[in-house]
């Protein structure tokens, strides 16, 4: 038996005053999201805790039976490795964003009108700089997905015990990245990270990438603003943990960089970008394919419509659920396998952020206790056999469905 999960990130979502008080997911067509519902044990799932708002990445490592609380040292070093940046003990990883900055340096655009191309060649540039003063600093600068960035500094006395530069809105300027223990290294690692930014708006801002972006009227990737500090993390691998061989299908660099520093084989897929524009056949024929393969785990994230959410985007988180959906239908009956479809936290399109909402879940499989829910919902979910757990319990019930699970006890 193998199992799958299946995370829609960011799919739940709140009542919508335009839905008539349905959520995104309850509004939608979603006859194969309902039958399998129908076919399984249904319930509602905190990834972390009630009321935690996780982000994408604590909610996968609890989800993935990792306490979040000791292993997790920030965004960064996850998505460092998820674009094959190797980060190495003493490494300080962050996760950037392209953004676009004015004259005066005031945010704009926190993520370059989402720019998806050209940032290889900015990335270039950026890895070209040299930081007056801190010359025994390496700056390894890499993209990720779309407007999604890796910044590694390598080299002495530095720490991640510092704050973000992102503003997390337009219309103000980057935040001074500040030291957060008062030690020499995370106030030295501050000075080098303000100046960063402060210099990727000079190199950046006449660069033949923006300058093009700009004359088709698009916003210029004219700044990088770093965030989500880290230190490389202590993760056990998947397979040591758990005895099975995993693969992982994803789109953004930071959950390949779960399944990279997990230990999975992460599968690339052609034409995935993380958005709603995504090519979910490629993702399919991927799925497809990997569980043709003799792994006994696959983790697949599809990430549209937590991009739709961060955009206030209703009709586009419509349509993507919609698209996701159309794409279970197409799947081949899969008999020998326990599979899960959830999402890893809510990001309601009236939020435009993640929430602490709990996320609908359906388990469906040999020896399932097949419970009375008829549809996929947030409030239909509730009602099911699961009832409401955590995104730590989903292993466990996982593997004692795969009769995987050792007995604890005689
Ligand atoms: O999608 C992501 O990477 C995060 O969930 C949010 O990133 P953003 O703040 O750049 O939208
Ligand atoms: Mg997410």
Request: charged residues 30%; glycine residues 12%; contains cysteine.
């Amino acid at each position: 038996m193998k199992g799958v999960i299946m995370i829609i990130d960011g799919m739940a979502d709140r009542p919508h005053e335009k839905l008539s008080g349905k959520t995104p997911l309850e509004a939608a067509e979603t006859p194969n999201m309902d039958r399998i519902a129908e076919s399984g044990v249904n319930g509602i799932m905190d990834p972390i805790k009630p009321g935690v708002r996780a982000g994408s990445d604590t909610s996968h490592l609890s989800i993935l039976g990792y306490d979040p609380y000791s292993v997790y040292t920030g965004r960064g070093p996850f998505e460092a490795a998820g674009v094959g940046v190797d980060v190495k003990p003493g490494d300080i990883a962050f996760r950037c964003n392209f953004a676009t900055a004015d004259e005066n340096l005031v945010i704009t655009d926190r993520r370059a009108g989402r720019i998806r191309s050209g940032t290889s060649e900015i990335a270039r540039t950026i890895n070209s700089m040299e930081i007056e003063g801190f010359e025994d600093v390496e700056i390894i600068f890499r993209e990720s997905t779309g407007h999604r960035a890796v910044l590694v500094l390598r080299g002495p006395d530095l720490a991640d015990s510092v704050s973000d530069a992102d503003p997390k809105s337009e219309g103000k300027p980057p935040k001074k990245v500040k030291s957060t223990d008062g030690s020499p290294e995370s106030m030295r690692t501050a000075e080098i990270l303000n100046m960063i930014v402060e210099r990727s708006y000079e190199v950046l801002k006449d660069h033949p990438v923006n300058l093009k972006r700009i004359s088709e009227g698009e916003a210029p990737a004219n700044i990088i603003l770093p965030r989500g500090a880290g230190a490389v993390p202590d993760v056990e691998k998947f397979q040591t943990r758990y005895g099975i061989r995993a693969a992982c299908i994803a789109e953004t660099g930071l959950i390949k960089g779960i399944g990279n520093l997990t230990g999975m084989d992460v599968i690339d897929v052609e034409g995935a970008t993380g958005g709603i524009d995504t090519d979910l056949d490629g993702i399919r024929e991927a799925i497809i394919s990997t569980l043709n393969d003799d792994y006994d785990f696959l983790l697949i994230n599809i990430d549209g419509a937590d991009e739709a959410g961060h955009d206030g985007d209703l009709e586009g988180k419509l349509e993507f659920i919609e698209k996701v959906d159309a794409m279970l239908g197409d799947m081949p009956e899969m008999d020998d396998v326990c599979f899960i479809l959830t999402a890893d936290h809510s990001t309601p399109v009236s939020v435009m952020d993640h929430t602490g909402d709990p996320v609908p879940i359906v388990i469906t499989g040999p020896g399932v206790r097949v419970d009375g829910v008829k549809s996929f919902g947030e409030r239909a979910a509730a009602a099911g056999g699961l009832c409401r757990i955590r995104g730590s319990d989903i292993m466990d019930i996982l593997l004692d469905l795969m009769n995987k699970k050792d007995k604890f006890g005689a």
